[in-house]
């Protein structure tokens, strides 16, 4: 069978093929094989290169957020006037009101993940990891240049957990039920310019939960403010697709332009394709389109380029295409959108291949959180994750069970990843449809994409309800995107007579391994991945296990009763060409779903690295299974084991050479055959010293691994993963902790606290791996666990120096100092400070005479009075006389202890200010100019009147802007 729908080949070949696993490496010992040596890579010297900057109309919205964790709901209104302005547009009540004081909530930066810093709690969720949720509000208050007037501006959130109502200036602008998905939002019509603050509210309720696993809770990813030329280009409106063609490679793009003005508007897209080096090698300009007003139009192009780099996970080579929208000849907008060229075919024999080379998928399944800083993961920690599972030989990601970050795409494409990409809620329904449709729009240009996963393990899957729900939403993802299959991760009903893989285009097994062969004898024409797998058990560092104390063997003897151990999985996997890989459940541990072990546990043992993304025993085992381009040997476990003198030690030892030959103290005591996948098992009778590994292929020794015996600890040592980082306020790394003895040896066994102190940067989490931790994740204290702990810092902003120190009681403390590099800092939207300002007034008709300031429209009375702005003067009058203002203001907590001013920075014609119906201060000069008027101390809401007396034919009124602050 082949399926050719719009370059997606999908095919069946008679011809067997035997995925091996071949060696292709030559000798290459590695550094964390050392006896003694810290279980972790080499120490980088450099940044990686930054994540491309894709759209610069837009800033960053990360800083100057301010948090309050709890409910704050709105007092329900009671008289008449109060529930008809509640009904209005802008009039938001409470913490959602643009007058809100929000001086005394917490300063957060994003991103920020307010579980991550609740304590345990053995009342609250297991599967969310027994921290207590809750619902949260945030406030960001900015002022918005006036030059930026009559632009499209539109903020972005990229992710809010869980469910959010958000306000711009007192209106609700978006409400959104998905902890995963984006939040756009075209906040044009709502904005103020120059003086006049801008104020976003956030009403987040965490209570809501979308999964079984630990989802954090509030603003744990980006947020961007777009301020866009009126005609410009949507947020993930550059499609580019890169086809083979007959006669070379072209790649269409799609460019959809909106408008905002006032008449329809010709434009022209322009595309340059660019080499990795940055030189163009193609180009095209599309015919001219009209974009409607308040609406939009798509651009066609078509880039040709005969032979490109192809992309590859060995050589993911990026080209750029750069969209340029042009209106009379002038560029507008533009997107920079990195481009891969590759050819991907799920064969149903055969499995993956990629530019038609076999490809097994070793894949891990992940969810977004790390040690520290639960789901609010920044990019660079992202990136160092990726390079942890990199180093393992990985190739494939499944992002489970949701939309990832977009930095994790950005770093797969560059890095060389495979991504099923999957959605979170199985619902053809709009709202679930929108979700989906966005995620695809968003993620389609990535090389790293391969596969779109429409459910994980859906009761459903085996029902006709559940296959007319893929059928639309397989459906809803190929008219956005035609270049990849859809899949399903089942877990059963595939032989229901009614089920779902007989509606996705590749099948996906969620574990069921033993059902692989019987599922490809029915189905001989359907391609076929495992989705998930393995499920096995690992307390990192730990070689017995031990129920009582909730501890896993880390020898790979133990999994879920639905799973199977890594060795195991593999096997099955490996030797069937017909399933395209696995991904294992999980490449980290993660907080929640506490299996196999509950409560006093608190994270889950899956990870084949830990919490902190130190490696198990699991992360030997893959590495011998899956890396090809050099050799490798592990030993487990370490060789510290005072008192077992003499009594044997089962060991393992994962290689993917051809011979082991093992020594104890120089001796040898075992010899093998290697066993790439299930590994070789050796029982040595213990004696201190060190204990070696030597690997072979073709006679020649090509990896050593070896442990030695250390001794008590009696220093600390800090090791970074980079020894330097960007001075740019954002960039952030993990150092980690461990023991040395006397010799500098990693002491495996340590457990003991830690202090931290830091200078240059600050701490935002820390962990240890241990899945019985209650130690809080925050601050600068930890327990090293089974030799170990991690601390994850953020850089401050400018050169200089981060210096870092731990002490210990009875130990050497530690110092290191790695280099804040000068570089460019991300343009954030400016914070503004939380102000009071009186904006709505109502107004009273023209008086012949003066009024009493107590003067004020009857109950009920929407329309006597007139509503208007402060900075609006009246038309000339048309007689002399005066006019009452009447304004209600809540001043900040601060002025209502001790008083403060009540600033109108213009008011046009002589008046008298009053608040409470006392006179607070007067303005005596006909002309326009400010009144500073007293705001005396007092609580609650003030009533601010201002008598205002105009001149026959002239304009009256407040024509600037009136704040309320502290004097
Ligand atoms: C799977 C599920 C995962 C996780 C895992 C634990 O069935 O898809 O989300 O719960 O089990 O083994």
Redesign the pocket.
């Known amino acids: 069978m082949t399926i050719d729908r719009r370059g997606l080949l999908l095919g069946t070949s008679a011809a067997g093929l035997t995925i091996a696993l071949p060696y292709r490496g030559d000798a290459r010992s590695l550094t964390y094989g050392e006896a003694g040596a810290l279980p972790m890579p080499p120490v980088a010297t450099t940044l990686p290169p930054p994540l491309p900057v894709v759209d610069p109309s837009r800033i960053g919205f990360d800083t100057g957020w301010l948090f309050h964790l709890g409910d704050l709901p709105f007092a329900p209104p009671k008289d008449h006037e109060q529930t008809y302005l509640r009904a209005k547009a802008g009039n938001a009540p409470g913490a959602a009101a643009l007058a809100f004081d929000d001086s005394d909530w917490q300063a957060v930066a994003l991103p920020h993940d307010w579980v991550s810093f609740q304590p345990f709690v053995e009342t609250a969720n297991i599967s969310q990891g027994y921290r207590p949720r809750g619902i949260g509000w945030y406030r960001r208050t900015f002022r918005l240049d006036p030059a930026d007037r009559g632009r499209y501006l539109e903020l972005q959130l990229d992710a809010i957990a869980t469910n959010a109502t958000i306000w711009v200036n007192g209106s609700t602008v978006a409400h959104n039920w998905s902890g995963y998905n984006s939040v756009y939002i075209d906040i044009t019509p709502f904005a103020r310019f120059g003086d006049e603050p801008n104020v976003i509210a956030i009403r987040v309720d965490a209570d809501a939960m979308e999964g079984?696993?630990y989802e954090g809770a509030g603003l744990y990813r980006h947020a961007w403010l777009a301020r866009r030329a009126p005609v410009s280009i949507v947020t993930d409106g550059v499609h580019c697709d890169p086809r083979r063609g007959d006669s070379g490679w072209h790649v269409p793009v799609t460019v959809t332009a909106r408008s905002i003005e006032a008449t329809d508007m010709p434009v022209v897209a322009h595309a340059r394709l660019l080499d990795p080096a940055g030189a163009m090698v193609a180009e095209v300009r599309s015919q001219p389109v009209t974009v409607p007003t308040l609406d939009s139009a798509e651009l066609a192009l078509d880039l040709a380029v005969a032979s490109p780099r192809l992309w590859s996970v060995d050589q993911p080579t990026l080209y750029t295409v750069e969209v340029t929208l042009e209106r009379d000849g002038a560029a507008v907008d533009s997107r920079r959108v990195a481009v891969g060229f590759r050819m991907l075919r799920f064969d149903a024999d055969k499995g993956l291949f990629v530019n038609d080379v076999p490809v097994k998928l070793k894949g891990v399944?992940l969810h977004q959180d790390h040690a520290g800083v639960g789901v609010a993961v920044p990019d660079a920690l992202l990136q160092w994750r990726l390079s942890r599972l990199k180093d393992m030989g990985c190739n494939a990601i499944r992002c489970?069970?949701n939309a990832p970050a977009t930095a994790l795409l950005d770093l797969a494409d560059r890095m060389g990843f495979l991504v099923m990409d999957e959605n979170r809620n199985f619902n053809p329904a709009p709202d679930y449809m929108t979700q989906l449709e966005w995620l695809v729009r968003r993620d389609r240009n990535h090389p790293s994409v391969i596969l779109w996963s429409v459910f994980?393990?859906e009761p459903m899957q085996g029902t006709p309800s559940g296959v007319e729900m893929v059928r639309r939403m397989a459906a809803a993802v190929h008219r956005l995107d035609g270049s990849r299959p859809v899949t399903a991760?089942m877990?059963g009903s595939f032989f229901e007579p009614v089920n779902v893989s007989t509606v996705v285009e590749v099948m996906g097994f969620?574990?069921y391994q033993r059902d692989y062969d019987r599922f490809h004898a029915l189905n001989p024409a359907k391609p076929t991945t495992s989705s998930?797998d393995t499920?096995a058990f690992m307390t990192r560092g730990a070689y017995a296990t031990d129920k009582a104390a909730r501890v896993v063997t880390s020898m790979d003897t133990e999994a879920?009763p639905?799973?199977a151990t890594h060795r195991e999985t593999w096997k099955q996997i490996a030797a069937r060409p017909f399933v395209a890989g696995g991904f294992v459940?999980t490449g980290f541990d993660y907080h929640g779903?506490p299996?196999p072990y509950d409560w006093p546990t608190i994270a889950?043992f899956?990870g084949i690295l830990d919490l902190c993304g130190f490696p198990k025993t699991a992360y030997d085992i893959h590495r011998a299974h899956w890396i090809d381009d050099r050799a490798v040997v592990s030993i487990a476990p370490h060789w510290t084991w005072p008192g077992r003198e003499g009594q044997l030690i089962a060991l393992l030892v994962m290689s993917n050479a051809e011979r082991i030959e093992l020594r104890l103290n120089g001796k040898p005591v075992g010899e093998a055959a290697v066993d790439r996948i299930m590994g070789n098992s050796f029982n040595v009778p213990y004696a201190p010293g060190t204990i070696e590994a030597i690997a072979w292929r073709g006679g020649r020794i090509v990896a050593r691994a070896a442990h030695a015996t250390t001794g008590r600890p009696v220093a600390l040592r800090l090791t970074p993963a980079r020894r330097v980082m960007a001075g740019d306020g954002e960039d952030v790394q993990p150092f980690s902790v461990d023991a040395i003895d006397a010799a500098g040896r990693h002491v495996p066994t340590a457990n003991l606290p830690v202090r931290f102190a830091i200078e240059g940067g600050t701490i935002i989490g820390l962990g240890n791996g241990d899945p019985n931790s209650h130690e809080s994740e925050k601050g600068d204290a930890r327990s090293l666990f089974n030799g170990l702990a991690q601390v994850i810092v953020r850089a401050g902003a400018g050169r200089g120096p981060l210096t870092l120190r731990v002490t210990a009681a009875g130990l050497k403390p530690a110092q290191i100092r790695v280099d804040l590099l000068a570089g460019p800092i991300r343009p954030q939207v400016p914070p503004r400070a939380t102000e009071t300002r009186i904006e709505r007034w109502r107004v009273s008709p023209l008086l012949a005479t003066r009024p009493d300031a107590a003067l004020a429209p009857g109950a009920g009375d929407n329309n006597s009075w007139a509503w208007v702005r402060s900075g609006v003067a009246t038309p000339a009058e048309p007689a002399a006389g005066w006019r009452v203002y009447r304004a209600k203001v809540t001043p900040l907590r601060s002025v209502m202890q001790s008083g403060g001013t009540i600033r109108f920075a213009s008011i046009t014609g002589r008046a008298t200010a009053f608040v409470d119906g006392v006179s607070v201060g007067s303005k005596t000069d006909v002309a326009a100019g400010p009144l500073v008027a007293r705001m005396p101390p007092g609580a609650g809401e003030r009533t601010v009147t201002l008598i205002v007396e105009a001149a026959a034919g002239a304009p009256a009124g407040i024509t600037g802007g009136v704040g309320v602050a502290r004097s």
Do not use: I, P, R
Request: net charge negative.
């Open positions: 079984w696993w399944c489970s069970h994980n393990e991760a877990n969620n574990y998930e499920s879920a639905w799973g459940w779903e299996t889950s899956f």
